[in-house]
Nanobody, 124 residues
């Protein structure tokens, strides 16, 4: 499946952005979806993930209380509030077709489909 992330941009610290991830398939609800990010000079890291039904979600500790992942039939969102300079990165959405409604793949290598990324820049 082809993914497209959008919604990135330049925002001041404390501001908000909402990222969206859409897919080329009409059966996006068959996929668990995750957001990862990669800052300059750093390794890609997991940010948040949601199961195919939305029943299970995960957020990395550094964004808990600030970021929220959610989904509807066609799109997965990452609402980012109270942004900090350390959130500056290219954000990627990734998807994996899964059979279990509550399953979320644990590792980035478990996700077969990746979008091209959207840049989030937080100015301090």
């Amino acid at each position: 499946v082809q993914l497209q992330a959008s919604g990135g941009g330049l925002v001041q610290a404390g501001g908000s952005l909402r990222l969206s991830c859409t897919a080329s398939t009409c059966t996006f609800t068959d996929y668990a979806v995750a957001w990862f990010r990669q800052a300059p000079g750093r390794e890609r890291e997991f940010v948040a993930a949601i199961s195919r039904t939305g029943r299970n979600i995960k957020h990395v500790d550094s964004v808990k209380g600030r970021f929220t992942i959610s989904r509807d039939k066609n799109t997965v969102y990452l609402q980012m509030n109270n942004l900090k300079s350390e959130d500056t990165a290219v954000y990627y959405c990734a998807a994996e077709e899964v059979g279990n409604n509550g399953y979320i793949p644990k590792e980035s290598a478990d996700f077969d489909s990746w979008g091209p990324g959207t840049l989030v820049t937080v100015s301090s």
